[in-house]
């Protein structure tokens, strides 16, 4: 044996020992590290308020949610009515704006209007309704960002937003303050298994594409699809692994300017339009 390979053995033997070692310490102490997730939290589903003109009026109007009191302003009451019919077989209770801050926080722009609502039904993903374009989450937790996408998927005519059951908002203030009166114009389906889920819209006849950037092709060279399910992955991490295997295609947006990657609410308006594009090419 050469001298050259006679200290390569010896070093590669010499850092496998002391490996062992550092492993040994390591089961002894029990410091090894463990991986963490982060948990969301969820509002209780006794004190669900919901604030802000648009979202109010949508929650008001939509006879599948129930309705436990409404508190405004005398100026929000009258700005909530402003030319729109409203269906008001609710309790009204006039407040002062500094009673509007206290049930939702002062940071929240309530804009004199407070409803304490009980939450949406869900639905599952049995009874999705006939639609060509749906919308799943894969653990988006942040919930200004889940409602804004809810917004823009109203906007594109999605049929239905999927979320998991774990790891993603529930409905509240927050969230719903950010789809904009969105939260009640869209069916939002939870569901504890997404790869399951991914299945099983597959069997339906959706194409399932999942928004990712590597080893993805642009979304404009796909050809015409006749139903859409996409998947996009939390903002950070994007598409967990098994999402990315069950998913049909990997697509990506192209972005011809210096800046490569959207907030995950701007990719998701974004990628709707081009699949909502894409799906008229069928029509």
């Known amino acids: 044996m050469s001298d050259e390979n006679s200290k390569k053995t010896m070093s590669e033997a010499h850092n496998t020992h002391h490996a062992k070692k550092r492993r040994a310490r390591r089961d002894a102490s029990g410091t090894h590290r463990k991986t963490v997730r982060r948990k969301v939290e969820r509002e209780?589903?006794?004190?669900?308020?919901?604030?802000?003109?648009?979202?109010?009026?949508?929650?008001?109007?939509?006879?599948?949610?129930?309705?436990?009191?409404l508190?405004?302003?005398?100026?929000?009451?009258?700005?909530?009515?402003?030319?729109?019919?409203?269906?008001?077989?609710?309790?009204?209770?006039?407040?002062?704006?500094?009673?509007?801050?206290?049930?939702?926080?002062?940071?929240?722009?309530?804009?004199?209007?407070?409803?304490?609502?009980?939450?949406?039904?869900?639905?599952?993903?049995?009874?999705?309704?006939?639609?060509?374009?749906?919308?799943?989450?894969?653990?988006?937790?942040?919930?200004?960002?889940?409602?804004?996408?809810?917004?823009?998927?109203?906007?594109?005519?999605?049929?239905?937003?999927?979320?998991?059951?774990?790891?993603?908002?529930?409905?509240?203030?927050?969230?719903a303050k950010s789809a904009s009166g969105a939260l009640d114009l869209i069916d939002h389906i939870e569901v504890r298994n997404l790869s399951e889920t991914l299945l099983e819209l597959d069997k339906s006849g959706f194409t399932t594409l999942g928004l990712d950037s590597e080893e993805a092709i642009p979304?404009?060279?796909?050809?015409?699809?006749?139903?859409?399910?996409?998947?996009?992955?939390?903002?950070?991490?994007?598409?967990?692994?098994k999402t990315r295997e069950t998913c049909n295609h990997l697509v990506r947006l192209d972005m011809p300017g210096a800046i490569k990657s959207l907030n995950v609410s701007n990719a998701a308006a974004l990628a709707l339009y081009l699949s909502r594009s894409n799906l008229d090419q069928n029509t």
Not at 132 to 158: C, E, F, K, W, Y
């Open 219 to 241: 979304m404009e060279e796909l050809s015409a699809q006749k139903k859409i399910a996409l998947v996009l992955g939390a903002e950070g991490k994007g598409l967990r692994q």
């Open 44 to 69: 209780s589903a006794d004190e669900l308020y919901l604030y802000g003109l648009h979202t109010v009026r949508a929650a008001l109007n939509n006879i599948r949610r129930t309705k436990i009191a």
């Open 71 to 175: 508190h405004a302003t005398k100026n929000g009451l009258t700005r909530l009515q402003d030319g729109i019919a409203i269906d008001f077989a609710v309790p009204v209770y006039e407040k002062m704006p500094g009673e509007l801050d206290r049930m939702v926080g002062s940071d929240a722009v309530h804009q004199g209007v407070v409803l304490h609502t009980e939450p949406l039904p869900r639905k599952n993903i049995a009874e999705l309704d006939d639609t060509d374009l749906v919308l799943v989450l894969d653990q988006v937790t942040d919930p200004h960002n889940v409602g804004a996408i809810m917004r823009s998927a109203v906007a594109l005519n999605a049929g239905a937003i999927i979320t998991t059951s774990r790891y993603s908002p529930a409905e509240g203030g927050v969230l």
